[in-house]
Nanobody
Framework: QVQLVESGGGLVQAGGSLRLSCAAS????????MGWFRQAPGKERDFVAY???????YFADSVKGRFTISRDNAKNTVYLQMNNLKPEDTAVYYC?????????????????????WGQGTQVTVSS
């Protein structure tokens, strides 16, 4: 069983930055592919970013060039650096992990592909 705990959310003005962290329990973190998703009120949970165990990364079109995902296997932590934030980035952000080391291009953006989820952290961007 893997437990994920997100932190780093908050209130920021448009154009600002935040870095989210996701700390994972377990000894096999380095072998997991990781993802970030977000869910705005009344909307579905949407894919944001993905990082394989080998640090291959993919991003949703809406955040490309503004967000980066990285991982520190020594700290069992994955990060989401969010720059140039926009009001439409406002959502609860969730960290997710899969037991697989990598996901295919058809599956990395789909929530059911992930086995473990954190509780979420709120990000609010004011205009």
């Amino acid at each position: 069983q893997v437990q994920l705990v997100e932190s780093g959310g908050g209130l920021v003005q448009a154009g600002g930055s935040l870095r989210l962290s996701c700390a994972a329990s377990g000894r096999t973190f380095s072998s997991y592919a990781m993802g970030w998703f977000r869910q705005a009120p009344g909307k579905e949970r949407d894919f944001v970013a993905y990082c394989s165990s080998g640090s291959s990364t993919y991003f949703a079109d809406s955040v490309k060039g503004r967000f980066t995902i990285s991982r520190d296997n020594a700290k069992n932590t994955v990060y989401l650096q969010m720059n140039n934030l926009k009001p439409e980035d406002t959502a609860v952000y969730y960290c997710a992990a899969t037991r697989y080391s990598q996901l295919s291009s058809d599956t990395y953006s789909k929530a059911p592909s992930y086995d473990y989820w954190g509780q979420g952290t709120q990000v609010t961007v004011s205009s």
